[in-house]
C-alpha cells in the first residue's frame, strides 16, 4: 500500500490547488518557493518548476500548495501533477534539504510550573504537533525524545506540547542538580533534526482529537496557512478548551512578533472559527514561537 495518496483540493483562489497526502510530507515546518532559484533545497519544488505553468510551490506538512500561471487551466493538468506528486513522494526521495544541526540556533529556556515536582522546559521552535503525554517508557516506544528522557532514573512523565515539555521527577533527585543536564539533552535532540514523536503516532494524534478540535485544525491548516504563508509565517493549531472553549495557537516565521498578529487573530481567525462553529468559540489566544 502506497504511504502517500494524493487527493486534489481545490482552493477560494482559482489559481492556487492543494494536492493533500495521506502522510506527512514536511514534518518539521513549512516552505514557500516562488521560483527555481529559491527552491534550491527543495527537489521536490525544483522538479515542480520544471513544469512552465507553476508559478509557486507551498510545502507543509500534510499538502502541497501548487500556484499556477494563466497559461493552463488546473482541470486541464491537475491529474498529471498529482500523479507526480505521487509517484515522488513514494519513491523516498528527499523532498527539502534540511540546513545542518551547527546552524540552528536552537534555546531552551526553563520555567517553573505550580506543581514543584515538574519542570517546564521552553525551546524557540516547534517541537511536536501536538500534546502527547507519556506516564513511563513503554508508553514512549513511539517517540525517541521521551524515550532518551526516560533513560534518566529521576524521570517520571513527560508531557509534551508543540514547542515544550514538562517532565515531572521521583523525589530522588532535585532540580538544582538535573536541570542543566535535561535542558541540554532538549537542545541536543531538537538540533539534531530527529523527530520527537514517530509519524505513524503524530497522524493518531490527528485522527483522536475531538470533532471540535479536528475542525478548528483543518480550518486552520487549510484556510489559514496558506493565506499566512505568503507573507513568510506560519499558525499552528495546539489546542482547543473544551470548558473554555478557548483556541490556542502558536505564531511561527513572520507571524511571531508581528504588530499585526493580533488583528489577525481577532479579525481573521477568531471571526472566521467563530463564523463556522458559533459558540463553541470563546477566543483564539497565541504564543510567539
Not at 527552491?39 to 507551498?58: D, G, H, T
Not at 478557548?246 to 493580533?262: E, K
Request: include cysteine.
Amino acid at each position: 500500500m502506497k504511504k502517500h495518496n494524493i487527493t486534489i483540493v481545490p482552493t477560494k483562489h482559482p489559481s492556487i490547488v492543494k494536492f493533500e497526502s495521506t502522510g506527512f510530507i514536511s514534518p518539521n515546518k513549512n516552505y514557500e518557493f516562488n521560483n527555481i532559484d529559491e527552491a534550491v533545497n527543495s527537489p521536490l519544488a525544483k522538479q515542480l518548476f520544471f513544469l512552465p505553468f507553476v508559478k509557486a510551490v507551498y510545502l507543509s506538512s500534510t499538502f502541497i500548495g501548487i500556484q499556477k500561471f494563466d497559461m493552463v487551466e488546473w482541470e486541464d493538468v491537475q491529474e498529471e501533477v498529482k500523479e507526480q506528486l505521487e509517484d515522488y513522494l513514494n519513491s523516498g526521495e528527499i523532498v527539502v534539504v534540511e540546513e545542518s544541526a551547527a546552524k540552528q540556533a536552537i534555546t531552551v529556556y526553563i520555567e517553573n510550573t505550580p506543581n514543584p515536582a515538574t519542570m517546564k522546559f521552553v525551546a524557540n521552535k516547534p517541537i511536536v504537533p501536538s500534546v502527547f503525554e507519556y506516564k513511563n517508557i513503554d508508553e514512549a516506544k513511539e517517540a525517541p525524545l521521551a524515550k532518551e528522557l526516560f533513560m534518566l532514573p529521576y524521570v517520571k512523565e513527560i508531557f509534551m506540547d508543540v514547542n515544550y515539555v514538562s517532565i515531572t521527577k521521583y523525589d530522588i533527585a532535585n532540580w538544582e542538580d538535573v536541570t542543566t543536564e535535561l535542558r541540554e539533552l532538549i537542545r541536543a535532540f531538537i538540533a539534531s533534526g530527529k523527530q520527537a514523536v514517530e509519524e505513524a503516532a503524530q497522524l493518531r494524534a490527528v485522527d483522536q482529537m475531538d470533532d471540535i478540535s479536528r475542525q478548528i485544525f483543518d480550518i486552520i491548516d487549510k484556510e489559514v496557512k496558506p493565506a499566512v504563508a505568503s507573507d513568510g509565517g506560519n499558525i499552528v493549531f495546539s489546542n482547543y478548551d473544551t470548558d473554555t472553549k478557548v483556541v490556542s495557537v502558536i505564531l511561527q516565521g513572520a507571524c511571531s512578533g508581528c504588530p499585526s498578529s493580533t488583528i489577525t487573530l481577532k479579525n481573521g481567525i477568531e471571526g472566521m472559527l467563530k463564523n463556522i462553529l458559533g459558540d463553541q468559540i470563546s477566543e483564539v489566544v497565541a504564543i510567539n514561537g
